[in-house]
């Protein structure tokens, strides 16, 4: 499309003068179109169109009109009917069109047929004749039209007089025919299923038929019998999903292509179909697993329309039974839209998760950020759709704030979330906020809706809510009244006349003051004074003194129903006995809405007048004059004539998205720019740091002073991120397995304690302990260096005997680390998360194992079975006095980085009450362990997983140990420790169609030359491997000089990196949709390279 | 389900209408100024959905005309919105280099077209040639 070259307006005058080419056009019609490009007003047209159609009544009763005439002034009415000005007195003429007509004229008399008259218009009976004509000609473009008339408008009762006709067309030779009687009968089908009953048979040979373009509509007769009732086709499953294979892979003509997609539409079309036969049942849904993984899989192509089918693919996996594996692509595509700047995408990504939310709550919790980001989104819509999804997940512990933002977002407040609200007097208080913020922009609904729910609950129940409710009106009648809204002044008079009589502590008086005050007030409407004066008509007898003052106030009234209703109240007040008649029910309705006056207005409205519109709107119209004609700017007002118009009123024709599709089909990263020089600066000024790996040089505080000089600063959250995370975890609390998990840090659940009874200990040094707490805390400010430092007393090797605490399995852990799974999005951390930080995953043994002293150096012999085969760290010693030492290693696990802490009893008599605490630096908790005791040369294991949310290059830990060695005296000693960003980095396993695809969906970027080493054969290949060996890095394809590599941050952010060699230096570019993560692996890439 | 497509210019001029579902001629003017109204509010950087009354509004610009399509909530938006893109495409196939003009002058072969794509409601063929074909037919028979 991109060599499409708009059309100058300059070629219009010519283009009126000429009559060749396409535009081949009759005087009339011409000087219409001409006439309407012109107009200027509602006025002028009005007037434009009423000559124009009594010229037309004028050449249609004449009879020298020819039939190309005719077709010419069905066009003109066409034109007339579109502007919304009757021209039915041209209907008759489009079926004598459509009878009499050449092929071109039968079209437009069949079109105009179709624009004009909808079902049921009793002229449509004098179309039968023709069509059946035409269904038997042998001009093969008659019995097309036939056809697409007849599946457009056609009379139900002549049916039958067609249909033989139609379902011999079933067997046409020509594709085109059989494909539009199957959409006959599909109509046929909508309008009068019991005629086409017999021919369900033959809707499965369509199915079947040779022709995709017959199968394709023969879907639609298929997604519509399914929908009624999918139980009596499971057994077409097999051929929709291998209809859809062969789709999927290309076995359809080309011409079916949309921008290289195999018939997008039909793929749409079968996907929900597909849905709904799996819904709810298992063995039909295992039979598209595969076909559905490969829809999946297939949508590689970054266009609009892959990921219109990704959207619909994504729906049908989770509304099938489900499958794990599905479920996880599925979702990992949702990550895809809802990530993706395209606006469209992430739309529909929120529309996907929306949901998908229904199925599976949690999903949500990946993508809170997304989420919080897209509620403060400036575009409307998004904000509409993330309300959606956030009322799909509400529940009772966040529904506070999501009212509250449901509130920000002004007229959308369903009622219905309100049904969660936690207690009586939040709920008056909201609503009390709904109305007078919200107020005259709600739904008529809601305050009905409303005043019901207060109305229909049982006495005893509900008592004290409209109890609190009467206090609280009060309350606001007191106050400042007149910038409330009507309705809400409504809602409360309402109340008051129910319900003031509940409150005994209250002056009726009051009441009744309360609300004559409000009659007297300008700014209330008419119609609230009549809701106020049918409470005042509520409120029991026994003040006639002041009622009677209002009655007769008001019988003076210039509103003829406030001046009926004031004398109702005058005899209700003084007539005891009628008043006990009338109000027996204690119940008054008034008709608010006026609807005894609907039938006027929808007369009024069909013949022509303008809605009604409320003062205050109709003054902002005036400026904005938003008339059909007239609503743009004003400038052209006065220039929109055809001849002056420089504006491009031309079509261009281009796809947005060709120039992307086009770079990611060859991923040429060209345009690294060598901002640097080729030496870079980092490597030397990197070049005494420890390398990752090496845990020896913990034990040189030399090195740790250089390194802490060294360190760049740490780069802050900001406080709006630190906002945004508060306002995710009260969002979404209560989505995870624990509910209870605060996700604020404020964890109210004491840490989990091991019960054993105490036994004596000898005591340690308590003196010691304290000193060295001075020490460790000032040390840990040091220990910033990139490897995994903890403490510095590396000198002793103490236990002599240790004990492991027995993992059990499957009981503990698993379930342990499921749940922190589940749960880990739950929690709230500034830099990394602490999962499971509780001790649950490992328990005290009851089998001790006794190992001999020599062992000790290998700690990691006592790891649970399921961990020892995970990559690990060496294991290093963080601390110790003469009762305990304290040993870790870093555990490298897909999801999370385990932290293993190994606490040692050096001595002879069991220790007790030993708690652990670790803390990261801006992590708020992290949940302390206490075990109870730790038998004499022991060894207990405890684990923690942790996760990095925001990269930084290092994180400070630091914690203590506590323990009793007698009752009573506690002794703490702190450790600390360093993590480093290369820790919580993984490979990310992709494809290059999914590196490519992924890349250009990232935002982030950053560009930087790196030493290329060059010591072995193939440098590129060289560097790679180290860089892969260092960091945990994907290699997804070398190609020539390039090479691409992904890797992932364990919270899941996805980091690519493209390599080129570029001379002597490694021209590297990276990119990912976290701002700062780049950055941060760049750093880490060139230290390993610098150390290599 | 589609419940109209319009194609309406930036100064709230419909082009061309079709609807779906039986709109009452006096009411479609309102609807259709109503619907202009609601995308010419919207920004470039926003999506091209807006919510109207009890329907979705996939539109999209083509230099100064809207072509706007009322969709029921449970279907696709954006295959909608390529739906709109691939019509385009087959008209510029039809007029070569399509421009408003064509669509005015030819109003009732833009008609055909979108009949041949669009029946009540559903996409019933996405094939530009097929879509095309009934027409250039009858294009042939009437020159001869």
Known sequence: MSDVVEKT????????ESQTGAAKITNRLRQLIKSITELTSKHEEENLIKRELSAIKEQVSSPNTTMKQMREIMVRAMYCEMLGYDASFTYIHAIKLAQQGGVLEKRVGYLAVSLFLNEGHELLLLLVNTVLKDLQSTNLIEVCMALTVVAQVFPKDMIPAVLPLVEDKLSHPKEIIRRKAVLALYKFYLIAPNQVQHIHAKFCKALSDKDPGVMASSLHI????????????????GSFVTILKQVLGGKLPVDFNYHSVPAPWLQIQLLRILSLLGKEDQSTSELMYEVLDESLRRAEMNHNITYAILYECV?????????????????????NFVLSPKINLKYLGLKALTYVVQHDAKLALQHQMTIIECLDHSDFTIKRETLELLFRITNAQNVTVIVEKMLDFLCYVPIKTLTFAPDNSWFIQTMNDVFSIGGDLLQQDDPNNFLRLLAEGKPEEDDQLRLYAVESYLTVLKGHTSHLPQCFLQVMSWVLGEYAHLQESVDRREVIRLLTQLLDQRSVSSETRVWILSALTKIPEGQTDLILDLAESLSSSQDTVLRQQAQELRHLSQDSQLREWVLVENSCAVDSSLSFLDGFVSEALAAGAAPYKPPHQRQEELSLNLEPYSFSLPVSLSSCSITDRQSPTLLSVSSGLSGNSAELSTLILEGVKRVWGKDGYLPQKEATAPPVDEPSAAVQPASQQEAAERIEPRPEPSTQNQDKQQLASSLFVGLGVGSSVSLLGKSEAPPPRFRKKPRPHESSSSSGTSKRSSDSSSRSSRNTTDSFLYGSFPEEEPATS???FDHTPKSTTANGLSQNKDTKEDRHANTSQILGGDMVIVR???????????????????LPADLKDLPHSDVISLTSDPSLSLSSCRLFRDEALLLVIFISNCTETVIKDVAVQLTCEELKVCTGNVMDCLEARSTSVCHYALLMDDPHTNVSLTGTVSYQTQPGHTNTLPFSGTLSTADFIRPLVVTTE????????????????LKLLTDAGDPLRTTLNALKDALQLHVVDIIGSEGIVACRLLSGAPCLLHCRVNGAALAMWLRSPHPALPDFILYHCQRALAHH | MIKFLLMVNKQGQTRLSRYYEQVELGKRASLEADVVRGCLARRKEECSFVEFKD?????RQYAALFIVVGITENENELSIYELVHNFVEVLDKYFSRVSELDIMFSLDKVHIILDEMILNGHIV????TRILAPLLALDKMAES
Do not use: M
């Not at chain 1, 307006?9 to 009126?16: C, I, M, N, R, V």
């Not at chain 1, 599905?326 to 979702?331: T, Y």
């Open chain 1, 9 to 16: 307006l300059t070629a219009l005058p010519g283009l009126f």
């Open chain 1, 222 to 237: 298929y997604l519509q019998l399914i929908r009624e009732s999918p139980d009596s086709y499971k057994d077409l499953t």
């Open chain 1, 315 to 335: 729906k049908a996996v989770y509304t099938i039974h489900p499958k794990a594996e599905l479920l996880e692509k599925a979702a990992r595509c949702i990550g």
């Open chain 1, 802 to 804: 240790i004990s492991t």
């Open chain 1, 844 to 862: 005290p043994s009851t089998i001790q194992d006794k190992h001999p002293p020599s062992v000790s150096s290998d700690l990691t012999a006592l």
């Open chain 1, 994 to 1009: 999914e590196y490519g695809k992924l890349w250009l969906s990232l935002s982030h970027d950053v560009k930087q030359n």
């Open chain 2, 55 to 59: 329907y979705k509004l996939v539109y």
């Open chain 2, 125 to 128: 063929e996405t094939n530009k």
